[in-house]
Nanobody, 123 residues
């Protein structure tokens, strides 16, 4: 499956952004989907994930209550609504897909990655 993420940009602290990831070339409903981010000099970290049906969702503690992941299997898209953004949310955000049905919060589970979209939050 090929993944194309978009929606990043520059926003002030406290603002919102909505990232979207479009999938092609696979049966989207067979993939768990995740969002990860990588800040300069840091390792790529988990942000949020949703199971194939969207019935199971995980969030990193750092984004709970501020970010919301959602998917639309008919449109083959997964979105990340980011509210109350903080400067520490600044990173390149990647969407990823996995055929695994377990450990979908683990980076190592994913073998399909999009190209990333830059999110910059100014203070």
């Amino acid at each position: 499956v090929q993944l194309q993420a978009c929606g990043g940009g520059l926003v002030q602290a406290g603002g919102s952004l909505r990232l979207s990831c479009a999938a092609s070339g696979g049966v989207f409903s067979r993939f768990g989907m995740g969002w990860f981010r990588q800040a300069p000099g840091k390792e790529r970290e988990f942000v949020a994930a949703t199971s194939r049906s969207g019935g199971t969702i995980y969030y990193a503690d750092s984004v709970k209550g501020r970010f919301t992941i959602s998917r639309d299997n008919a449109k083959k898209t997964v979105a990340l609504q980011m509210n109350s953004l903080k400067p520490e949310d600044t990173a390149i955000y990647y969407c990823a897909a996995t055929t695994a049905t377990w450990a979908i919060a683990d980076r190592e589970t994913y073998d399909n990655w999009g190209q990333g979209t830059q999110v910059t939050v100014s203070s």
